[in-house]
């Protein structure tokens, strides 16, 4: 696994458009949530999956989710998002989203964190 | 009384109704005009409370103008407004996690709650951003 954490930043909804957007040189393809923190939803992560609408995907639904425990939390840090990449290396076989929805678990602490992921 | 009209193909059609009545009946109307996506978020969120887009829209737009009448009081209740949306975080948390251990999660019933308590919390969201600001 070769992870990257990305600078701070401020909004997790504009994180998202990016991720579930075209990407800067059209790189994003067949985008989806594999993992989510354990509550997230009844019928887990696939109830969360952003809907398409006009060939993009909405992700208003998980930002909002994500967004809510940061602004009603005591004193909210100015940059709440952190965001880590994760892929591996080109010699690998690719991995089914099972596997990388376990390890989306271990990089976000077990999912025992606090906050959304 | 008011009538949507829908904005796309949906799968599933939701329950929604109209906010309560008033005896005396709502007789002032305001057209609003939204894009297309803040339509959809708009319709979400509605579905979530268990409202129709217009209902939804009218009770917030209300208790919008109500707390911005409060000004300087308005400001004072964030702490307890933020207390109170960590207490439905609570509540949802435990409720996700009873209905996934309830019949692996298909109780459809315990999704309506679930979804309802979203629409107070995203109310309440919209409350905390307006003191907030």
Same mark, same amino acid.
């Given at each position: 696994m070769i992870p990257r954490v990305r600078p701070r930043s401020a909004s997790v909804r504009e994180v998202l458009r990016y991720l579930f957007g075209p990407g800067e040189n059209g790189e994003?393809?067949?985008?989806?949530?594999?993992a989510a923190w354990e509550t997230a939803a009844i019928g887990g992560v696939a109830e969360l999956q952003p809907p398409t609408a006009g060939g993009s995907l909405l992700v208003a639904r998980v930002a909002t989710l994500l967004e809510q425990p940061v602004l009603a939390? !005591? !004193?909210?840090?100015?940059?709440p998002v952190w965001h880590c990449s994760i892929h591996n290396h080109r010699d690998d076989p690719l991995l089914p989203d099972q596997q990388w929805a376990q390890i989306a678990v271990a990089f976000a602490d077990g999912g025992r964190a606090g906050a959304g992921w | 009384m008011s009538v949507d009209s829908p904005t796309g193909s949906r799968a599933v059609v939701p329950v929604t109704w109209n906010r309560a009545r008033m005896p005396a009946g709502r007789l002032n109307c305001l057209n609003v005009r939204l894009a297309d996506e803040e339509m959809r978020e708009v319709s979400a969120a509605a579905r979530r409370a268990g409202l129709t887009p217009t209902g939804y829209a009218e009770e917030v737009a209300v208790a919008a103008a109500r707390a911005d009448a409060q000004g300087g009081a308005a400001r004072a209740t964030r702490a307890e407004l933020a207390r109170v949306q960590r207490e439905v975080f609570a509540v949802r948390a435990a409720l996700v996690s009873a209905a996934r251990s309830i019949a692996g999660g298909s109780d459809g019933s315990l999704r309506e709650v679930v979804e309802r308590l979203d629409g107070v919390a995203e109310r309440l969201h919209g409350l905390l951003r307006r003191v907030s600001a």
């Open positions: 994003h393809h067949d985008q989806r949530l594999v939390a !005591n !004193n909210p840090p100015d940059k | -």
